[in-house]
């Protein structure tokens, strides 16, 4: 018996620290990237790890940072897939981000208020952007996201008031509600094909924008008639073989409709 409560009692010593170590709100390791600063990482699945918050990264994080592919921990190689959830938020003081081939998320409101922030590079295996990824990010200059993005957040670049120009990717079906409000130095949008839907407010505070183009032959539906994406004093350029379907609609009917 004695024997018996000295195993439970070893069982349990040994499970007390393990579940006091089980915070998933606090990052699991770091390491230095080859562009010098110290980044933390959690381990999201096996082999795999995101770009972790800290406390600390607005007073640390500075200039260009170059996330890498891969680190290394406890002797094992981690292979570096997304950027967590407010991850870089508020860390006004980095310039530039280039982000690996490896990684596939960047997490909501993963770069918001990064007011110095004037390059990000996205990679191709790019899939996903979280809502409000880079609210207020008032210094990019030029945004392109890969067409291997399908899936956009809303509000993901309200706030950019200096970028001139988004390239928007072919792989999304639908522009998410207030997603480019307030970038007010934009002149145009090009439109993909695969757009079925705009969002509510999608391409609100517009103060510069003089045309919008769209390239598919099937007129995307407003997500809301109430707050269209855009006013009706902008004027839409469309495609030869979808002019009549524009000039039909009850919604882009009311626009002026070029053809190009």
């Not at 600390?56 to 940072?65: A, N, R």
């Not at 407010?86 to 990064?114: D, K, W």
């Not at 996205?122 to 392109?144: H, N, Q, W």
């Not at 510069?208 to 769209?214: A, E, R």
Request: glycine share 8%; proline share 5%; hydrophobic share 40%.
């Amino acid at each position: 018996m004695k024997k018996i409560l000295l195993l439970i009692t070893i069982v349990l010593m040994g499970l007390t620290p393990l579940r006091a170590q089980q915070d998933d709100s606090k990052a699991d390791f770091s390491a230095v990237c080859s562009s010098g600063q110290v980044l933390y990482y959690k381990i999201v699945d096996f082999g795999e790890v995101n770009v972790w918050y800290q406390e600390e990264y607005p007073e640390l994080l500075g200039g260009f940072v170059k996330v890498p592919r891969t680190v290394r921990y406890n002797g094992e190689n981690y292979v570096v897939t997304g950027i967590g959830d407010g991850c870089f938020s508020n860390c006004i003081r980095v310039q530039g981000m280039e982000l690996p081939t490896t990684m596939f998320y960047i997490g909501h409101a993963a770069f918001a208020h990064c007011t110095d922030l004037r390059f990000i590079e996205m990679p191709k295996t790019l899939t996903s952007i979280g809502d409000r990824a880079f609210e207020d990010c008032t210094s990019l200059i030029d945004v392109v996201m890969p067409n291997s993005v399908w899936q956009l957040g809303a509000y993901a670049f309200k706030d950019c008031v200096n970028v001139r120009h988004f390239v928007i990717s072919h792989g999304l079906t639908e522009i998410p509600e207030g997603c480019f409000e307030n970038c007010s130095s934009v002149t145009d949008y090009l439109i993909p094909a695969n757009i079925t839907t705009l969002g509510c407010g999608a391409f609100a505070g517009y103060a510069k924008l003089n045309s919008v183009i769209f390239l598919g032959t099937v007129p995307p539906l407003p997500a809301c008639a109430s707050e269209p994406a855009f006013g009706r004093e902008i004027p839409i350029t469309v495609t030869r073989q979808a002019f009549d379907a524009y000039k039909a609609s009850y919604i882009w009917g009311q626009y002026t409709i070029k053809s190009m």
